[in-house]
């Protein structure tokens, strides 16, 4: 079993940076694929950012590559998500998300466990 709890996420202008945090409980979580997914107001909740247990490969969605960063540490049982260059259209509840499977996968389904969220606001 593996609880997830996310924290890190504020109203930020255009162009700026935050980082995500997300917290692991359970034993087993190093050997766990996870991920960043969001869902904005009446959209669908989407895949971000995806990590393998090791730290690599990594995964993003195309409208992220480039600006955002997703990392961890096995040791301390933490995934973070660095985002710069944020955009109004980021603005969203971002979601921690873990799987037991050794390749990442932007299916939400294929996820079997969740954070509770912690929401982004960007500014114009």
């Known amino acids: 079993q593996v609880q997830l709890v996310e924290s890190g996420g504020d109203l930020v202008q255009a162009g700026g940076s935050l980082r995500l945090s997300c917290a692991a409980s359970g034993r087993t979580f190093s050997a766990y694929v996870s991920a960043w997914f969001r869902q904005a107001p009446g959209k669908e909740r989407e895949f971000v950012a995806g990590?393998?247990?090791?730290?690599?490969?990594?995964y993003y969605k195309d409208s992220v590559r480039g600006r955002f960063t997703i990392s961890r540490d096995n040791a301390k049982n933490t995934v973070s998500l660095q985002m710069n260059s944020l955009r109004p259209e980021d603005t969203a509840v971002y979601y921690c998300a873990a799987a037991n499977r050794l390749s990442i996968s932007t299916i939400r389904s294929d996820y079997n466990y969740w954070g509770q969220g912690t929401q982004v606001t960007v500014s114009s």
């Open positions: 990590i393998t247990w090791s730290g690599a490969p990594t």
